[in-house]
């Protein structure tokens, strides 16, 4: 069955960086597009970054670009989200998700909090 497991969340101050990762399986990474999206209290599921199956073209929120960058290793199964320059406005759970024949499929999350 398909699995997305993140990790690499944490508690990090403005300014600083983390990279999270993403290990998938039960289904081939290389065929699909990969997605982070994240969700902070309150607020509605906002996608943050993609990446195409080859991992040639992403794409960005305009509130993440220029700090954040995407990236995979389909012969280890694994899609990144490296963030730099972190904000508190930041702080929200993130989520790793593919879309496989129309259907969703996430992963658990892991918290990011950005404070000092």
């Known amino acids: 069955q398909v699995q997305l497991v993140e990790s690499g969340g944490g508690l990090v101050q403005p300014g600083g960086s983390l990279t999270l990762s993403c290990a998938a399986s039960g289904f081939t990474l290389r065929r699909y597009r990969m997605n982070w999206y994240r969700q902070a209290p309150g607020k509605e599921r906002e996608l943050v970054a993609s990446i195409t199956a080859a991992g040639i073209s992403t794409n960005y929120a305009d509130s993440v670009k220029g700090r954040f960058t995407i990236s995979r290793n389909n012969a280890e199964n694994t899609v990144y989200l490296q963030m730099n320059s972190l904000k508190p406005e930041d702080t929200a759970v993130y989520y790793c998700?593919?879309?496989?024949?129309?259907?969703?499929?996430w992963g658990q999350g892991t918290q990011v909090t950005v404070s000092s």
């Open positions: 998700n593919a879309q496989i024949v129309y259907v969703d499929y």
